[in-house]
């Protein structure tokens, strides 16, 4: 690939539907894949296996962010320079991916995050409202982002707040690293959402906003969450 590994970290649960597809795109990209197996009850590990991923399992169900900071924290170990996150939905094009790392390869960007054409739920319209108000970043919770390993080292965590995927973007955006947004395709989910449908996907998201906002407040006063 480049002198600069690439690894896309894909955090699932229940994924088998999807997830053969979804690697065998991905790692056309990249140098690597870590996939954060949650405490699957299908074959998501085993598909994700013989597609060529490297695999870590949780026992029990940790959540999404939990997930991902594992996953980082695993990729960091393995030499990882771009960090990458991918949904294991198939909503992703992998073909995107290298209109997202493109900018970091270039020394033109800290972190690039990823904008889709619509949002699924009304709390992702008012999480990507104050997202833009407070940081000027348009979809926030869009899933496909990518890092270079030194915000994460700097920062020193993928996020201890559920925020579902926006607490290590929007700690780099304050700290000053550079922050591109670029528009990537979207397609229908397969399965069910880890987040639960419509009522519950939006209560989760909410409760993600209320502790983002409460964490900048704390962040604001200078005191540690």
Known sequence: ????????????????????????????????????????????????????????????????????????????????????TFDADGQHDPEDI???????LNGAADVVIGKRPRHGRIAEYIFAFIAKIEADI????????????DVYKDIGYFD???SIGTQLMFNAKRKG??????????SKRGGFSRFGKRIKGNWEILKAIFKTLYWEIKTQKGEKW
Do not use: W
């Open 98 to 104: 290298p209109k997202i790392i493109k900018p970091i």
């Open 138 to 149: 348009e979809d926030p919770l869009c899933g496909l982002k990518a890092y270079h390993i």
């Open 177 to 186: 690293y550079r922050v591109v947004q670029k528009e990537i395709a979207l």
């Open 160 to 162: 201890r707040i559920s």
């Open 1 to 84: 690939m480049t002198e600069q590994k690439i690894t896309v970290i894909i955090p699932a649960l229940n994924e088998e539907e999807t997830i053969s597809k979804v690697i065998v795109g991905v790692k056309k990209h990249v140098d690597e894949i870590i996939l954060v197996d949650d405490a699957s009850t299908d074959r998501t590990a085993i598909i994700a296996r013989r597609e060529g991923a490297v695999i870590l399992s949780h026992n029990k169900n940790q959540g999404y962010d939990k997930s991902i900071d594992d996953g980082f924290v695993l990729a960091a170990k393995r030499g990882a320079i771009i960090l990458c």
